[in-house]
């Protein structure tokens, strides 16, 4: 296991993409020092690590940093290479957990923050087609995953899951930061309503989602929503 100071995480509470990390580095067991950042007022570290993106997660490994969450992922389990494993071995299984991740990042995070973004009759068609998007995910895994037990990448969570795991076990706090509905309710989905529910049974999962309620203030303030949007 590496010393403490050799892995270093630059983050935030409330990113699901910080979160990935955090759950992959609890999930394979390495040791990491941790360093919350502010991203309205970033720190140097961060813009001389991530000069470019100026975002985070940036994975600091023996002073080296590596960015962007799947890219960093990926680095985990080529250089650590103890069970259990996050990417299967398999390269068409591999191709097809690398196909659905594209398609959560590239599809259900645009459509999320259409909803929050737009109102009236333009937010009833950004529900619509964000639950068309869900659709689509959830025909997907019901296909390419049948073994599901109870995770998409077996007993332990794979990459996949802890890429939807980390924004989708969020989904109460994203309905209520929109105006309390059921709008976005995964219930309805009964392959990924099932993946969601396992992941939040999780210990890890449950320490490391960010706070409900302040979850909900954070996306209302950043989107400069109120109750009744």
């Not at 996050?86 to 995070?109: M, S, T």
């Not at 332990?156 to 976005?184: K, M």
């Not at 989602?209 to 929503?225: E, S, T």
């Amino acid at each position: 296991m590496e010393k403490e100071t050799e892995v270093v995480l630059l983050g935030s509470w409330f990113s699901s993409y910080s979160n990935r990390v955090r759950l992959a580095l609890e999930i394979k067991g390495i040791e990491y020092e941790y360093i919350e950042q502010d991203l309205t007022n970033k720190s140097q570290e961060l813009l001389n690590y991530n000069p470019i993106h100026k975002k985070v997660p940036v994975l600091v490994h023996k002073g080296k940093p590596i960015v962007e969450s799947i890219v960093i992922l990926e680095y985990i389990e080529d250089c650590w290479k103890n069970e259990p494993k996050l990417w299967p071995e398999e390269p068409y299984e591999r191709a097809k957990v690398r196909f659905w991740i594209n398609y959560y990042d590239q599809k259900i995070g645009p459509s999320s923050t259409a909803v929050l973004v737009s109102k009236g009759s333009e937010k009833d068609k950004a529900i619509e087609e964000s639950n068309e998007v869900l659709k689509v995910l959830e025909e997907g895994i019901e296909r390419d995953f049948p073994k599901r037990t109870p995770f998409l990448n077996g007993e332990n969570p794979g990459i996949l899951d802890i890429v939807i795991g980390s924004s989708a076990c969020n989904v109460e706090a994203f309905n209520e930061a929109i105006g309390g509905g059921e709008d976005l309710s995964l219930e309805k989905y009964s392959c990924l309503f099932a993946l969601v529910t396992a992941l939040k049974n999780l210990p890890i999962m449950k320490q490391y989602l960010p706070p409900h309620h302040d979850l909900v203030a954070i996306i209302r303030k950043k989107f400069n929503l109120n109750q009744d949007a």
